[in-house]
Each structure stands twice: as C-alpha cells, then as structure tokens.
C-alpha cells in the first residue's frame, strides 16, 4: 500500500530514520486514548516500521515508550500536551497536532477537524511569518513523499 514511499525512503538522503525504532502498537493505541481519535493508517504504518525521522533541521514526530514521553521533544503527544497547556493555542488552533516543526519560519500539523474515508487527517502548513496556513497534503504518506522530493 505505501510501496513507493518506502522506495523513496530506501533511496533518499533527505531524511535520516535509524532502523529498529519502531512504536510498538500498545503504545499507539495508548497514545489514541488520550487524544481521542484513532490516528491516520498511513502515520501509524510510519510509526511501526520507521518511527523516528530527522528531515533537515526538525524531528518528524513519532510516539516514543511511554517510559521516556515525559521528557522527549520529539514525542507527538509530548508536544501536544505542551502545546494544550497554552491556552491561546488551543482557542486559535483547537484541531492541531503538530507532526514536523522544522527551525524555520513553517510548521506542519495534523488538522484533525477532517478526515477522509481513509481515516487520513490534512496536513497543513502553517507559514509563521506571513500567518497563513494552506493544505500542505492529504496524508501523512504523501506529506513525507513531497517533503523528500522537495529537499532531495
């Protein structure tokens, strides 16, 4: 189903991910339990069989062992509690979950007020500079496919 980004991913030298660092299922759906909603199939294929990824200058998100989520920057729920703590945040973007935040005058996020027939929340792209956020892609497969084309 994700064969062509898992070629892109063996071939590319524009995301670095380090093998054997995988979510385990159990803490996915531990993860889902706290935030409410399932998450897209094709970050959860990410999650099992990559987990980690450095792209550029930022960490793709992943979900870390619930031993080391208290203190890990690259854990999604991590972030998204921070970010839930804020509450400015959470009145101006309610349905955001960050995924990649890059050093850079951009971020992307999970827009989980929609979901297609997939289960696939949009990924946006939230330009900081101008305050302008538009559809960056459908899934999170095709967010990692154009994000590796555009830096390869």
């Given at each position: 189903?994700?064969?062509?980004?898992?070629?892109?991913?063996?071939?590319?030298?524009?995301?670095?991910?380090?093998?054997?660092?995988?979510?385990?299922?159990?803490?996915?759906?531990?993860?889902?339990?706290?935030?409410?909603?399932?998450?897209?199939?094709?970050?959860?294929?990410?999650?099992?069989?990559?987990?980690?990824?450095?792209?550029?200058?930022?960490?793709?998100?992943?979900?870390?062992?619930?031993?080391?989520?208290?203190?890990?920057?690259?854990?999604?729920?991590?972030?998204?509690?921070?970010?839930?703590?804020?509450?400015?945040?959470?009145?101006?973007?309610?349905?955001?979950?960050?995924?990649?935040?890059?050093?850079?005058?951009?971020?992307?996020?999970?827009?989980?007020?929609?979901?297609?027939?997939?289960?696939?929340?949009?990924?946006?792209?939230?330009?900081?500079?101008?305050?302008?956020?538009?559809t960056y892609a459908t899934t999170f497969a095709e967010f990692l496919e154009q994000l590796i084309d555009q830096r390869s």
């Amino acid at each position: 189903m994700y064969e062509r980004l898992a070629d892109k991913l063996k071939t590319t030298s524009a995301i670095k991910w380090f093998p054997g660092h995988g979510a385990e299922e159990s803490w996915i759906v531990e993860v889902e339990g706290e935030l409410g909603f399932r998450l897209p199939p094709s970050y959860r294929w990410w999650l099992i069989h990559y987990g980690n990824a450095r792209l550029g200058d930022g960490n793709i998100f992943t979900i870390c062992s619930p031993e080391h989520r208290e203190y890990d920057d690259t854990d999604i729920l991590y972030i998204h509690r921070l970010n839930q703590a804020e509450d400015w945040l959470v009145e101006r973007f309610p349905n955001r979950l960050d995924l990649f935040v890059p050093d850079s005058d951009e971020l992307y996020y999970f827009d989980t007020s929609s979901r297609d027939e997939q289960g696939e929340f949009p990924i946006m792209c939230y330009d900081l500079m101008n305050d302008l956020i538009d559809t960056y892609a459908t899934t999170f497969a095709e967010f990692l496919e154009q994000l590796i084309d555009q830096r390869s």
